[in-house]
């Protein structure tokens, strides 16, 4: 699975500035390898929200159960599809 360019900076721009050279892959776990915590999470969504041109207030529940990049790409692909 290839990751969207737009879904790896919007992750890029939420990950705190001590993991920002972390390599990104589709089995990376948001929290536990990138450091994406709850805060982190929210301007994660702000930034999807952006870059994708489109809402995700509906889609809250799916959005928090996702832990791995590759959960993350299927939802963004499922809401913008």
Known sequence: MKINP????SI???MP???ADTPISV?????HDLGIDSLSMMNLTLAL???F??????HIEALAKCQTVAALSTLIDNVTT
């Open 49 to 51: 929200e952006t870059n």
């Open 17 to 19: 500035k001590p993991m």
């Open 6 to 9: 737009l879904l790896v900076s």
């Open 12 to 14: 890029q721009s939420a």
């Open 53 to 58: 041109g489109v809402s995700l207030t509906t």
């Open 27 to 31: 089995e990376s776990h948001l929290l």
